[in-house]
């Protein structure tokens, strides 16, 4: 949907969106920083039982690790955006289509119930109640110092509650939905492999050149797509494997040599198993690290 793409994906290019989350943090960190200072002047045992919990569970520490989320998960996106294209679904046959379209509805489905609900709990925690003073230091303090300013700085300190809200939940769903974008462009490609040998021409030199035409557009796929994993690890090693399942039953005796040795060459690169590189030198694989464990 291109709602859950604007909400997890695109939003992260905007500056705007940025320089509210900026803001917003360093509202919470006036508020963290005025409570340190009031917490450390009327320390008592009493106060620290009572307010501990909420002052070191404020969004302070939330927003500074979502920020910092936020600021890498842009960085991810520009990345995808500049050195991995990612296939319309339209290129699909109708079975990996509705495969796709199907998961693509169920997960989208998910991933706005989980903003619904996150946004519904935020309204909730905005709303005033009567023991508040009892609970959030930030209002203590308010009700002794501003009494008179009290309900205009308390709806100023709720109002950011549902962007905080959203703002937490961004990072891990963000990542949930490219997991899946990326699962998507794996079908694709085990789509088109499958159709190596759909070659409508009459003549065998025909016939090989189209072969060897989609031969080096799979394997330039395939290095594109070892390339991106390296970059973001081994999440997706079990449908990676699954290329050179698909790659191995082409009926790759009807090609001539020159077809045949770039067959083999994509698929000796398909059976290398996938490696997060760490340096030139040192690499390590899923299976090793299972072994490890």
């Not at 031969?215 to 390339?227: M, P, S, T």
């Amino acid at each position: 949907m291109k709602i859950v793409r604007l909400l997890y994906w695109d939003i992260l290019e905007s500056n705007i969106f940025r320089a509210l989350v900026l803001v917003i943090f360093v509202q919470f960190s006036m508020i963290q920083v005025l409570q340190s200072y009031y917490f450390l002047k009327i320390f008592e045992i009493g106060y620290f039982v009572k307010y501990a919990p909420v002052y070191f569970g404020t969004f302070f520490f939330q927003l500074l690790v979502d920020y910092w989320c936020i600021i890498n998960t842009k960085n991810f996106v520009k990345f995808m955006r500049n050195e991995f294209v990612s296939w319309k679904i339209c290129k699909a046959d109708r079975r990996t289509f509705d495969r796709i379209k199907k998961e693509s509805n169920i997960i989208s489905t998910i991933l706005l119930v989980n903003i619904i609900v996150a946004l519904a709990c935020a309204v909730l925690y905005m709303l005033p109640d009567d023991i508040d003073e009892e609970i959030f230091l930030i209002f203590y303090f308010i009700n002794e110092n501003a009494p008179k300013w009290k309900a205009t700085i308390s709806w100023i300190i709720r109002a950011p509650y549902p962007f905080v809200a959203y703002v937490s939940i961004l990072p891990l769903n963000t990542a949930i939905h490219h997991m899946w974008q990326t699962i998507f462009q794996f079908y694709l490609f085990l789509d088109r492999i499958k159709k190596l040998n759909e070659v409508t021409f009459f003549t065998d030199e025909g016939f090989q050149r189209e072969v060897k035409r989609k031969l080096i557009f799979c394997i330039e796929r395939h290095i594109n797509i070892i390339e991106y994993i390296t970059r973001i690890g081994q999440m997706m090693e079990a449908e990676a494997e699954s290329i050179f399942h698909h790659l191995k039953y082409q009926n790759w005796y009807n090609w001539n040599d020159e077809n045949k040795r770039l067959y083999l060459i994509f698929l000796s690169g398909a059976a290398k198993p996938l490696r997060i590189q760490f340096s030139d030198s040192v690499g390590i694989n899923y299976e090793m690290a299972k072994s490890l464990t």
